[in-house]
T-cell receptor
Framework: DGGITQSPKYLFRKEGQNVTLSCEQN?????MYWYRQDPGQGLRLIYY???????QKGDIAEGYSVSREKKESFPLTVTSAQKNPTAFYLC????????????FGDGTRLSIL | GNSVTQMEGPVTLSEEAFLTINCTYT??????LFWYVQYPGEGLQLLLK?????DKGSNKGFEATYRKETTSFHLEKGSVQVSDSAVYFC??????????????FGKGTHLIIQP
């Protein structure tokens, strides 16, 4: 079955450490996204990529970095510059044409040790 | 910029009650509108969508009608079940430059259905 796989489901970060969250999709979608979810705040867009080797900042990109070397993969790195990284991170994908619904993975919960 | 406003929760109802979750939006153009549902510890699942004025999206007994004149997309269900307990997100998608941009989400409404 086609879908989006995020790993790991739970991740712990020490102070000053970078961590990378994995997102893989086999839906043949061109566009991929990363959102951050905090309690009572809905979802906020971190980065998105419409095609391979290209990506744009979303509303809260500071402290995060991404790469898009393959169509299927869009990893997110939470750097030590992100001072409040504890959150639930969701990856999504969609077709390239605008206004398409997005398909979501099951998320990664990141916590600080 | 774009924004989505939905009613604050939690919303607590008894089984078989009628459900309405209000959603209004602000957009510079003509967006597509979506309702997503999130069960505990999981990602979001698309519940229904509408792409133009007066379109009615429907799925699993839920309905929402795209009202351009009131910029609204309220979610309704005639008879809720305990299994409908979840967080519901209203969202819009609008891309002035073509291509796929991110969705703009409301803050979510936590729905609790009691037996």
């Amino acid at each position: 079955d086609g879908g989006i796989t995020q790993s790991p489901k739970y991740l712990f970060r020490k102070e000053g450490q970078n961590v990378t969250l994995s997102c893989e999709q086999n839906l043949n979608h061109d566009a991929m996204y990363w959102y951050r979810q905090d309690p009572g705040q809905g979802l906020r867009l971190i980065y998105y990529s419409q095609i391979v080797n290209d990506f744009q900042k979303g509303d809260i990109a500071e402290g995060y970095s991404v790469s898009r070397e393959k169509k299927e993969s869009f990893p997110l790195t939470v750097t030590s510059a992100q001072k409040n990284p504890t959150a639930f991170y969701l990856c999504a994908s969609s077709g390239f044409v605008s206004r398409q619904p997005q398909h979501f993975g099951d998320g990664t919960r990141l916590s600080i040790l | 910029g774009n924004s989505v406003t939905q009613m604050e929760g939690p919303v607590t109802l008894s089984e078989e009650a009628f459900l309405t979750i209000n959603c209004t939006y602000t957009a510079t153009g003509y967006p597509s509108l979506f309702w997503y549902v999130q069960y505990p510890g999981e990602g979001l699942q698309l519940l229904l969508k509408a792409t133009k004025a007066d379109d009615k999206g429907s799925n699993k007994g839920f309905e929402a009608t795209y009202r351009k004149e009131t910029t609204s997309f309220h979610l309704e269900k005639g008879s809720v079940q305990v299994s409908d307990s979840a967080v519901y997100f209203c969202a819009l998608s609008e891309s002035g430059g073509g291509g796929a941009d991110g969705l703009t989400f409301g803050k979510g409404t936590h729905l609790i259905i009691q037996p």
